[in-house]
């Protein structure tokens, strides 16, 4: 059950972490982490809270610098590449953020069409309405387009910024903790159109997340992350019948 | 031992400004320009301060006119009151309170706003959409603050000799045209020239530090109060200290 260390990207992944490490001064966080996530599948990351998730994502995608170990995205290693070798592959892995970020001086069609207009996708403006539009619908929320951020609830502003992660047709999807401060009715709700946009546009989805109830509708796959170590990966069905008590803590 | 730390901190924020100010440098003039933003912070630096410095302009004009009056009468040389008014506020009081309500309004502005993208990871989300956040807000901003204040400082003067022409005439009957002909009577290319100088450097400190201490925002919410609150009372302090390092440098000159 315990991830075996990988050291060779293949076509079947688009994602692979091998021996990641990373601390702040004497905290360790990530400790020769591996991973891999395979084209069209969704992975789910489980911890507990302060156990190095989110920097995970955030080494994946260049915004941290990891101390050691490669991360290939790609086929491309992370930590190596130029700022414009960064922004090609971050033009296909899509970020959603765990607080949205989505930016409070611009309405929704300023914030969607901001990843656009900063990729030089050399979109006219009449197709940058469009694109808008059109990730707009998909997360059911098109007359908001002139609102501004701060007129949204949280649900809202969670789909908002999932339509912002959709815009550039990414082909990973990174979420961090995509339901948390939301009602269990909006939770599931996020996590519904989660899975209809992995189906409709054939996305690989990563998802750090504590919820048990994301862990269990959007998991193809569920990896267990404990002192810094990939500690299991396995189906959440698996895993739910697993006699191990670290990993039973996570799922009695 | 507390006098050592708060010594080591101190050194270790200016070591950590000299650095954003030396990446302020190295992005500052490299491609892309973000000049569509440059224009929005002009705008909304420059053009959103005018009323609230031109009130506080024309406020100082008359206060002053009316606290130098009586000194000058004591010493018969009331009629100097324009000519003195109009020294004292282009060279000193003008720059100096214009650069201070600038600091109060626009540098608290910058370190809120920048705190606050920071720490609802906004900074991050912008980075990941393909753009360099320090150029894309740090340098757009430092830049409108120093091209936006010196503009401010002309109209505030301006509008503060305005106030300074009501003032006289409170107490006495001096016609529009003799007020203004012995104000420029008295104003040399020296008065104008240091002052108009030094405040691109006040802008500059102002949008420099006020950006730093957002873009550098911690701990949350709290974090966030707390860099605006800095990011006034550094600027404020930098105004004066770059003051007093520009009367220097006109002394030597003979400004």
């Known amino acids: ?252 | 031992m507390s006098i050592q730390s708060d010594l080591k901190s101190f050194l270790d924020v200016c070591g950590e400004l000299f650095r954003f100010n030396s990446r302020f440098f190295t992005y500052g003039f490299k491609p892309p320009y973000e000049f569509s933003e440059f224009l929005k912070q002009c705008y909304v630096i420059g053009y959103k301060s005018l009323p609230l410095i031109g009130l506080t302009a024309f406020i100082m004009g008359i206060v002053l006119t009316m606290q130098l009056r009586p000194s000058m009468a004591d010493y018969g040389v009331e009629s100097q009151l324009p000519a003195i008014v109009a020294i004292a506020i282009v060279r000193e009081v003008g720059p100096v309170i214009t650069a201070l309500i600038f600091a109060g309004k626009i540098g608290s502005s910058i370190g809120a706003e920048l705190g606050s993208m920071k720490v609802t990871e906004q900074i991050d989300a912008m980075e990941v959409s393909g753009t360099n956040p320090f150029m894309y807000l740090v340098v757009t901003r430092v830049l409108a603050c120093t091209f936006m204040l010196p503009i401010l400082v002309m109209l505030g003067d301006a509008i503060s000799l305005y106030g300074a022409y009501l003032g006289v005439n409170i107490h006495s009957n001096t016609s529009f045209n003799l007020f203004w002909s012995q104000v420029f009577d008295n104003l040399v290319f020296g008065d104008v020239l240091p002052a108009f100088i030094k405040s691109f450097f006040f802008g500059f400190a102002v949008g420099l530090i006020g950006s730093y201490k957002g873009y550098t925002s911690t701990k949350g919410t709290e974090g966030v109060g707390r860099s605006a609150n800095s990011a006034v009372v550094v600027s404020s302090v930098m105004i004066f200290i770059i003051d007093l390092l520009a009367v220097q440098v006109t002394n030597i000159w003979g400004l």
């Open chain 1, 1 to 252: 059950m315990t991830d075996k260390k990988t050291t060779e990207f293949t076509n079947d992944n688009v994602l692979k972490i091998n021996d990641l490490c990373k601390s702040f001064g004497e905290n360790q966080v990530l400790d020769e982490f591996n991973l891999e996530l395979k084209r069209g599948e969704s992975l789910v990351v489980l911890g507990k809270s302060g156990s190095g998730k989110s920097v995970l994502i955030k080494c994946i995608i260049g915004l941290l610098k990891p101390d050691s170990g490669s991360i290939y995205v790609f086929g491309e290693n992370v930590p190596d590449l130029n700022h414009d070798e960064l922004d090609k592959i971050r033009s296909k892995v899509g970020f959603m953020f765990q607080s949205n970020a989505l930016y409070d001086s611009m309405t929704v069609r300023e914030n969607l069409e901001f990843p656009l207009r900063r990729h030089s996708l050399g979109i006219s403006k009449k197709d940058n309405d469009r694109v808008v539009l059109a990730a707009l619908e998909d997360v059911g929320l098109a007359h908001t387009i002139d609102m501004m951020p701060a007129e949204l609830s949280g649900g809202m502003r969670k789909r908002i910024a999932l339509a912002r992660t959709l815009i550039l047709k990414p082909e990973i999807i990174l979420y961090d903790e995509p339901t948390t401060g939301l009602d269990t009715i909006t939770a599931k709700e996020i996590i519904q159109l989660m899975l209809l946009i992995q189906k409709k546009y054939n996305t690989s989805s990563l998802i750090i997340s504590h919820d048990m109830n994301c862990v269990r509708l959007a998991s193809n796959r569920v990896a267990i992350l404990i002192d810094g170590k990939c500690y299991a990966t396995d189906t959440y069905k698996n895993l739910l019948k697993s006699t191990d008590s670290i990993i039973k803590q996570f799922f009695d």
